[in-house]
């Protein structure tokens, strides 16, 4: 078993495989039956090319060995930090199929997160696209292999300079260790906890059940053509059901190189694209350029939206704008998801966030005290289930605080739930910034700005955008000349912070509120900082 995995007790694992969550299969095999089943059916769509599964599954079998070959092990860690290409799911098959582990970065991410993924999973291998979006990634693989002493090989899809061609890692398919169902098969980034950045670990049997499971909710078959607009690296359009459960069902899965509404809305024109996923403030934009595209978007018949709350308003001008039906999604990394289920009626699908998936997920609505409130009042949604996780990866210190004692995930959401089982998702209390879906650790920030020689003390907070939700604000007290947004943002680009991070907004100030703990109030400051104009 992985060292630093926490697995569930024996008592749920084995509820959970008599109730059959968990049907003891691998992700790997998941696409070998489909590939026996239909294999000259069109399995990804990237551009001008267009796979079937027998060739995906065939890629997937010789990349498998080929990595095998240059020594890659079952357990072994695998940094993939690629964006919406063939690849990536070629890759996370044959790392699947291998036993090996891919731990997902997201596109956005730059050094100071590469770097720390690579060093906690102690990556043996990292894999790139030469250049994405104009930034090229091999002059940032050049320093992650410094900083990291377990990586052997950097792997690139396309140009490789120095390191080595991804196509060129590719082998006559030989037997391998198949992994067991309940090891774990992908780490992946948890969207905010306090500190640096947590490692999720998903089992192959838990992330089966998740992906299956989300692909009936969301009503998926051979005929779906799903298109990834969002990074695949991330769990929504991963497998919630995203393009693994749209591999699973034998549908088509579309890439879109990045979801503006010129990239996406063709290729839903071209390929016919009837499901695809959103964050919510790209959903507003999708609903803009709607009313002045030329695309035929009468494809499409179902619009997911998750990661951020959606505005009932918002929710409201979906179906109209875009022709198609509304799931909303709130969902997390460590497990946990909820859907709109597709026959819900108006009222729940425009302003709940959706009810759980399994009818096994326990959810535990709390105060500060860790007491269940009354039905229907606000407080902590704490979790655990089927796909739920019971830990962080090599994090024991922090899963003493995250998890209960007896199994639960705290998830630092704010809900109240309806008697329908519906969630209504009003805040939250932990220290992270939902920027339109994008989740700031505010921690990690904060301690970046105080090594900046102009700042005393720093806390970041929440303002409210009409776009994103919110942006982040860095409330500054100076040491000598206050620093400018400009110089604090150089500072953190040049430590390699991704972009969503950087704050979008910095107040100078003599002081913070406190409470009577002395610690930073951060609701005053927030309040003190959106009652400022600008
Ligand atoms: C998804 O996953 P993560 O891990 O990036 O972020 C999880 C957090 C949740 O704890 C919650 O704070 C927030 O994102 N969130 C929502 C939301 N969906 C996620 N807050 C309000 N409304 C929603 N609909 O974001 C994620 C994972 C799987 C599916 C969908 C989203």
Redesign the pocket.
Known sequence: MLDGFTGWPEEFATRYRERGYWQGHTLGSLLRDRALARPAHTAVIDGDRRWTYRELDERADRLAAGLHGLGIAPGDRVLVHLPNVAEFLVLSFALFRLGAIPVFALPAHRETEIAHLARLSEAVAYVIPDSHLGFDHRPLARIVCEKTPTLRHVLVAGDPGEFTALSSVDADPRPLPAPRPSDVALL?????TTGVPKL?PRTHDDYVYNLTASAEVTGLDATTRYLASLPVA???PLA?PGVLGTLHVGGTVVLSPTPSPDDAFRLIERERVTVT?L??PLALLWLEAAEWAEADLSSLRLL???????KPDTAARIGPALGCRLQ???????GL??FTRLDDPDDLLLHT??RPLAADDELRIVDIDDREVAPGEVGE?QVRGPYTVRGYYRAADHNRTAFTPDGYYR???LVRQLPSGHLM?EG?I?D?I?RG?D?IPVEEVENHLLGHPAVHDVAIVGIPDLTLGERSCACVIARGVPPTRAQLNAHLTALGLAAFKLPDRVEVMESFPRTGLGKVNKRALAERVAGSTR
Do not use: T, W, Y
């Open positions: 992946l980034l948890s969207g905010g999720i991330h769990n929504f919630c996923a964050v919510p997911q939206v998750g990661g951020a709350k959606l909303q999604v709130f969902g997390m990394a460590e998801l909820n966030q959706g949604l998830s630092g959401d998702v939250r932990k992270v939902n879906g989740k």
